[in-house]
């Protein structure tokens, strides 16, 4: 077996414990592999290894990945920052964004969005550890920016998304999963249909599973340690 398969059939088991453990279903929680600053032959190999989502944090990057596995049927989701002089290869190449922070963003993804292609399947970005992150709209500003958003016609609102401040403490970790989680139990219970919590990489995904995600978004435990961030 090669090394990536082995460690994706280690975080696989992984995800499944934490289920388990919370009471809820393994296939309940779907598996983003993370495979930016990595060579799309680490891709290849992980699709044979019977993973089909990918994330990318760089447009070009991920545009290339995605352009030269055509004829994988991969899934590819954008991850990462992004500007609004990017967003027109966004929308013609990922199926999912899970970065919103910015109406304008959102508003440019819609207008580009082919017609030949699905809606683009979106979450919003929410701040969840305060003055330690930059990235992600402020959780007061959640309920606002997702209305807006869920009205546009090429886009699919379907959750949360958030990156806390990294820490190895495992109540800590938990706290700021759960801030994510009961914005969106709010939001559902305000009737916004959502489905989705992108939450949880390879150093606290366990935590993430507990307080409910729905994606996790794995790279250095797949693929191991990048060489840049
Ligand atoms: C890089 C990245 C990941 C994966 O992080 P690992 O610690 O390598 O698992 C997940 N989400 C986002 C937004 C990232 O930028």
């Not at 891709?43 to 760089?58: C, K, L, S, T």
């Not at 995600?213 to 435990?221: D, L, M, N, P, S």
Request: net charge neutral; charged share 25%.
């Amino acid at each position: 077996m090669s090394a990536i398969a082995s460690n994706l059939q280690a975080v696989r088991a992984r995800i499944a414990e934490a289920a388990i453990a919370a009471g809820r279903k393994p296939e309940e929680v779907e598996l983003l592999a993370v495979s930016k600053t990595w060579p799309v032959d680490r891709v290849i190999e992980a699709a044979r290894a019977g993973q089909r989502a990918f994330g990318e944090n760089y447009v070009q990057e991920g545009v290339a990945k995605a352009l030269a596995t055509v004829d994988l049927d991969l899934t590819w989701h954008f991850i990462g920052p992004l500007q609004s002089n990017k967003t027109r290869p966004v929308a013609e190449h990922f199926a999912w964004v899970h970065s919103l922070e910015r109406l304008k963003i959102a508003e440019r993804l819609s207008a580009q969005r082919p017609s030949v292609l699905p809606p683009l399947q979106v979450c919003v970005q929410v701040n969840v550890s305060g003055e330690a992150s930059k990235s992600g709209c402020a959780p007061e500003e959640a309920s606002t920016l997702c209305r807006a958003i869920a009205d546009l016609p090429r886009l699919r609102l379907r959750g949360l998304m958030a990156i806390p401040e990294a820490t190895d403490d495992d109540a800590a970790q938990r706290a700021a999963f759960g801030r994510l989680r009961s914005i969106y139990n709010q939001l559902r219970a305000d009737g916004l249909p959502l489905d989705t919590l992108s939450m949880g990489m390879s150093h606290d995904l366990e935590a993430a599973v507990s307080e409910g995600a729905t994606i996790v978004r794995i790279g250095t435990a797949i693929f191991g340690e990048r060489k840049t961030t």
